[in-house]
């Protein structure tokens, strides 16, 4: 329950920055450590996002399952992939190519938690 209230408010907060971030500064303005402070309030608002949808679909699916590490895990390597995308974008690069090994890469490395972990 504790790990719960820490990801949830430390989500929030990188939210918050990150609306703060979008809507005073441009990239020209911000420089590279800006843009570094872009993709992690990104990163830690997308697994806040991932750690309650997995969460929400454990208690549906297994009926009263408290959290575990593991599934911390399981929402850090599917919060990368939005940033992956934003990667791309950045580039020029989105095609479906892009897109389908981003998701390879993702499905990869959730195997890689559900054997290692």
Same mark, same amino acid.
């Given at each position: 329950?504790?790990?719960?209230?820490?990801?949830?408010?430390?989500?929030?907060?990188?939210?918050?920055?990150?609306?703060?971030?979008?809507?005073?500064?441009?990239?020209?303005? @911000?420089?590279? +450590?800006?843009?570094?402070? $872009?993709?992690?309030?990104?990163?830690? =608002?997308?697994?806040?996002? *991932?750690? &309650?949808?997995?969460?929400?679909?454990?208690?549906?699916?297994?009926?009263?399952?408290?959290?575990?590490?593991?599934?911390?895990?399981?929402?850090?390597?599917?919060?990368?992939?939005? @940033?992956?995308? +934003?990667?791309?974008?950045? $580039?020029?690069?989105?095609?479906?190519? =892009?897109?389908?090994?981003? *998701?390879? &890469?993702?499905?990869?490395?959730?195997?890689?938690?559900?054997?290692?972990?």
């Amino acid at each position: 329950m504790k790990h719960k209230r820490i990801v949830s408010s430390i989500s929030i907060i990188g939210l918050a920055a990150l609306i703060l971030m979008l809507n005073f500064t441009s990239p020209t303005e @911000i420089g590279p +450590l800006g843009v570094l402070l $872009f993709f992690t309030t990104v990163y830690i =608002t997308f697994f806040g996002v *991932f750690s &309650f949808l997995i969460q929400a679909f454990l208690k549906v699916a297994f009926k009263n399952r408290s959290p575990k590490e593991k599934d911390y895990f399981y929402a850090a390597v599917l919060a990368f992939g939005p @940033i992956m995308l +934003l990667l791309s974008c950045s $580039f020029g690069a989105v095609s479906l190519w =892009t897109v389908s090994l981003i *998701f390879f &890469f993702i499905v990869l490395a959730e195997f890689l938690v559900y054997k290692k972990v």
